[in-house]
């Protein structure tokens, strides 16, 4: 308990707080190579960071947390890597699921399960129903996901559904996105310090803050998301328009 007390004295003065944070969560590999380590160990040490991220930011009062853990380019990865990161995630919601459900936390997974072995997809909807009535935080797993392929799966969606072209709008379109239910990303972080969005929410995050940070993921800690919540915290957020005299008005 110190500890978390001590987390939210420190940012106490920190507002606002961004109800929806988007994690890119890079580096794993990385930061295993320059251990002498193989590229999973880094994966696993990701992994065991997201734990204290979700405490960290739960804390501090984020509602919403996505983290893109897989995308539709890293089938391109080497067989083996690809399928170290299929067990990976099955360890995780072997070992996780109880916690995140006694903590209050919904999990929902964002993108594709085809490609995912009928274990492991029974698995994901496992936790998922496990969870659906939990409030106190919504974790977004992003795994098998791309943002163009959630444009295009939802084009496809509303061809399907028959809708008229002047019925359409940007709140239908969401509507038929895989983040359907979860408000657009306020802040996204990616570590390692790259400053791509490697098609990462490009619907979703066309007017959120982005924060590039040199700690590989598994050392973003407690310490650096302070720092992101404080950077974001000191943002002027004008979607567009101008501040003037404290009103906000068009370009």
Do not use: C
């Amino acid at each position: 308990m110190d500890q978390i007390d001590s987390e939210q004295n420190a940012i106490a003065d920190i507002s606002p707080v961004p109800n929806h944070v988007a994690i890119i969560m890079d580096g794993n590999g990385r930061w295993a190579n320059n251990r002498g380590l193989p590229r999973l160990a880094g994966h696993r040490a990701g992994t065991e960071n997201i734990r204290r991220i979700i405490r960290t930011f739960g804390n501090h009062g984020v509602k919403y947390l996505t983290l893109y853990a897989f995308s539709t380019e890293n089938w391109n990865r080497p067989d083996e890597e690809v399928q170290g990161l299929f067990q990976i995630l099955a360890d995780v919601i072997d070992r996780e699921s109880e916690n995140l459900h006694k903590e209050g936390i919904r999990l929902r997974h964002l993108g594709d399960l085809d490609g995912l072995s009928d274990k492991l997809q029974r698995k994901v909807n496992g936790a998922i129903e496990l969870t659906k009535n939990n409030s106190q935080m919504t974790l977004n797993i992003a795994f098998n996901y791309g943002g163009r392929a959630d444009i295009l799966n939802a084009v496809r969606r509303i061809v399907e559904a028959g809708l008229q072209p002047e019925t359409i709008d940007e709140a239908t379109f969401a509507r038929y996105l895989y983040t359907n239910g979860t408000p657009d990303p306020d802040l996204v972080i990616r570590t390692a310090d790259e400053m791509r969005l490697s098609n990462f929410l490009i619907w979703q995050a066309a007017y959120s803050e982005y924060y590039a940070t040199p700690p590989f993921w598994p050392d973003f800690d407690e310490a650096e998301a302070l720092k992101a919540l404080k950077a974001f915290s000191q943002r002027e957020r004008r979607f567009g328009g101008v501040i003037s005299n404290g009103k906000r008005s068009g370009d």
